[in-house]
């Protein structure tokens, strides 16, 4: 599976972006598409996550309100539409994919995109 992640930018506090992630190179019907983040010297953190083949979300609590994914099976993409944005969410964020199952830890998913960097000013 190959991904490109493409959105991100600088937004003031309270502002919303929306990321867009491309998918392509096999049948996308069992995978999972996930959203993590990294700021500078943390760990990288899980955001959220759609199933391909279902309207099965998951979300960090944290996030849950603010963040809404969603996917365009038509486009092979997956959005992450965030809003309320906070200095805080300043990270890079990357999609990921695995094959047939879901993880919150960066290490079930075997495919990842670049990432792209979201700068909140406050």
């Known amino acids: 599976v190959q991904l490109q992640a493409s959105g991100g930018g600088l937004v003031q506090a309270a502002g919303s972006l929306r990321l867009s992630c491309a998918a392509s190179?096999?049948?996308?019907?069992?995978?999972?598409i996930a959203w993590f983040r990294q700021a500078p010297g943390k760990e990288r953190e899980f955001v959220a996550a759609?199933?391909?083949?279902?309207?099965?979300?998951y979300y960090t609590d944290s996030m849950k309100g603010r963040f809404t994914i969603s996917r365009d099976n038509a486009k092979n993409t997956v959005y992450l539409q965030m809003n309320s944005l906070k200095p805080e969410d300043t990270a890079v964020y990357y999609c990921?994919?695995?094959?047939?199952?879901?993880?919150?830890?960066?290490?079930?998913?075997?495919?990842w995109g670049q990432g792209t960097q979201v700068t909140v000013s406050s």
């Open positions: 759609i199933s391909w083949s279902a309207d099965n979300t």
């Open positions: 990921a994919a695995s094959i047939g199952g879901l993880g919150y830890g960066p290490s079930i998913y075997p495919y």
């Open positions: 190179g096999r049948t996308l019907s069992s995978v999972y």
